[in-house]
Structures are given as C-alpha cells and as structure tokens.
C-alpha cells in the first residue's frame, strides 16, 4: 500500500448505528486530518492530529469521535448520527502540521446516513 | 478569520484556449496549495506556492502567488478535455489549510 489509504470507501448506516472509518498513511508523515465534503459546501476541516495529539477540533459535535493510536493510523468513530451528515469524509496527511507542507488525502469514505 | 474566495465557481472552456482561475484570501499568508478533484475521487496535489512571487508550471497549467495582493492564479493553456474536473485552492493560515469552494472546469470540443 502506498499514500493514504481508507475504509470502507462506502458506508451506508443508520442513525443508531454505531460505524468506524479508518485511514491509514505510509509516508511516515506525523500530522494526520479529517475533512468532510458536503455537496454544495468547501471542504471542512474536522481535526487535525500531531505526533499522534490532536490539535484542532473545529467546533466538531460530539458525534463524532476521533482516535489516533499512533502517527501512521486515525480512526473517526460515527454514533448517533443525522441524515446531515451524510458526505465524503477525507483523510489527509503531512510531515509537519506548521511548516508549510503539503498535505496528501486519502481516496475518501462516502458515507450516507439513513 | 481566514477566508479564502475563488472564482469563477464554473467555467466552460474550449479546447484550445487559455483561461484564469482566481483565488483571494482575506488575511496575511504566503504558502498556498492548489489541489485537483475529479469526479468521485480523491485530491491530487498540483502546485505549492511557499513565497510571493511564487510561479509554477506543470503541463498547461501555471499557478502564481502575489502575496501582497492575497490573490493566486491558475492560468490553464491551450485547455483540453483531460483538465476537466474541480480546482481547488486553499491557503494555511499558520496550523491549518482553509479550502475555497473550487472551481468547476469543463473543456468542450
């Protein structure tokens, strides 16, 4: 596997459902993030993680629940969710959050909420 | 707060000619991305602009940085159909990347 990798890359679910998305990068970088991409809307930045902290949580609801077990894997936990949600959920990655590196992003997780 | 405007939203080119897509941004940076999506895919990084007077080119495109101006270009040359898809630029405000909404690129014969 080379870049940024994610799964599943559909996910269909239920409000009460509870579902996990997974990225994982190879390219040794330490700062990992999650996007969400509605229709119609800029790409949103969800959090941001360094050297496995998370260092941004952009007024994100609790509903969702980010995890970084280490700098090569994040993982966004799903609960609860509404039908609102239902969007392309990115991962991106780069060596350093500051420093002006370019960030790499995943192929995505469309998910839609039912 | 950062925000960062592109326009046009959509532009219909025609093969063979050249075209600009604009990015403004409200406050002070000097590092800018621009990134490509097509259609159900991913991002792909195309340029980083680190520095004002920053130009580069790759293929038919060409994207500067004018840092002063808070404005970036992308001029695209002699466009054809494989450059259809959705332009992104986003710009770091110092911990993280804010997007513009894109621009949507379609090339006619």
């Known amino acids: 596997e080379t870049g940024v990798t994610q799964t599943p890359r559909h996910l269909v679910m239920g409000m009460t459902n509870k579902k996990s998305l997974k990225c994982e990068q190879h390219l040794g970088h330490n700062a990992m993030y999650w996007y969400k991409q509605s229709a119609k809307k800029p790409l949103e930045l969800m959090f941001v993680y360094n050297f496995k902290e998370q260092t941004e949580n952009n007024s994100v609801p609790s509903r969702f629940s980010p995890e970084c077990p280490n700098s090569s894997h994040l993982f966004l936990h799903l609960h609860t969710l509404q039908p609102e949600d239902s969007a392309l959920y990115l991962c991106?990655?780069?060596?350093?959050?500051?420093?002006?590196?370019?960030?790499?992003f995943g192929p995505g997780t469309r998910l839609t909420v039912l | 707060e950062l925000k960062v405007e592109q326009n046009p939203l959509f532009l219909s080119m025609q093969e063979g000619k050249n075209y600009t897509i604009y990015c403004n941004y409200s406050?002070?940076?000097?590092?800018l991305y621009w990134y490509r999506q097509d259609p159900g895919k991913s991002l792909e990084s195309l340029f980083v602009l680190l520095s004002n007077g920053a130009v580069k080119q790759e293929g038919r495109l060409m994207a500067s940085l004018d840092t002063k101006a808070r404005l970036s270009t992308l001029h695209i040359t002699a466009a054809v159909h494989d450059l259809s898809a959705t332009y992104f630029c986003?710009?770091?405000?110092?911990?993280?990347?804010?997007f513009g909404a894109g621009t949507i690129l379609r090339v006619k014969s």
């Open positions: 406050t002070t940076s000097d590092r």
């Open positions: 986003a710009v770091d405000n110092g911990n993280k990347l804010v």
């Open positions: 991106a990655s780069s060596q350093e959050v500051a420093g002006g590196y370019e960030q790499f």
